[in-house]
């Protein structure tokens, strides 16, 4: 699921472990530098964090698994190529999008004979790629000209997918996340935009080729969550300008625990439930076939 706080990995790994306390006394254990049966840590905290460690009971630390973690999982056959993770220097992304993961997760958990949960790893082994070409589409320019952009590739932060049952229909999510540094309507197609985000993603779903052959008879939805109400409102008025109510597929939500002053907030389950916005559209619930 991706980089998550030690709260957040004891509600997924429920009832494995009942003991909160033993825990993370086993996280703690795993993290250490020293004195472990494996050689090494297994676990780490991300560089930018580790000024704030105390100790684990502080249990706000985003933790991920070390290299010789991967290691120990490949050689226990429990290895999972495709599974999300964090580069260190974009940890509060990668973790702002594995806690949205997770709180779908936990909605799901809750919920077995409803729903059924697929893992990044799935669904991208299903598909065969992480990034999607999109065709030529036409876009106007600041100064109001228009111009024609050519070999443009998505690539979303992240992936899952949910089957509903009993009817058995599958929906792919496509995660993309916002922590404020995305410029509005920048045709400096060498950066990423939410402009030319949101007309690629409209250039590629609405080929219905392009589609079926990624996805097959899956429905799409595309998750856009940002960490501030005005940069979700941003993103939704330029979609507005662009595309009018077409691109239904586009939800946009916000959690502003996300934001400038950041604590490591705890999962939201109340994020499958609650409807998440669409443009000149009904709000949307992901919770519903």
Known sequence: LGPQTVTA???????????????????ELLRQLENTDYGG??????????????????????????????RLLKNAGLFRDHRPGTNGQEW??????????????LAIKANP???????????????????F?????????????????????????????????PEKLTRIFLREENCGTEPYRSDNT??????????????????????????????????NTFATQTAMRSAMEVHKGELGNKGTYMLYNVWEDFGDFFRPPPPRPDLFHEPWQRVGQPPFHISKA
């Not at 992304?93 to 779908?104: K, L, R």
């Not at 004979?113 to 990034?131: H, L, M, N, P, S």
């Open 9 to 27: 990995i004891f509600q997924i790994l429920h009832p494995l472990y009942k003991s909160y306390r033993a825990f993370q006394k086993r996280v």
């Open 41 to 70: 840590p297994l676990l780490f905290y991300p560089s930018q964090q580790v000024r704030g460690a105390i100790t684990p009971e502080r249990n706000h630390m985003v933790i991920d698994v070390t290299p010789r973690g991967d």
């Open 92 to 105: 509060k992304h990668d973790f702002f999008g594995g806690t949205i993961t997770a709180s779908i997760y």
């Open 113 to 131: 004979e409803c729903y059924r949960f697929g893992y990044e790893d799935e669904v991208v082994a299903k598909i065969g790629c992480r990034t």
């Open 133 to 165: 070409p999109v065709p030529p589409y036409r876009y106007r320019t600041q100064n109001g000209g228009e111009k024609w952009r050519q070999e443009a590739v998505i690539r979303p932060d992240g992936f899952f997918s949910i089957e509903y049952l």
């Open 190 to 223: 060498a950066r990423k935009s939410y402009k030319h985000s949101i007309l690629a993603y409209h250039a590629f779903l609405s080929n219905a080729d392009l589609r079926r052959k990624y996805f097959g008879n899956a429905r799409i939805g595309v998750l």
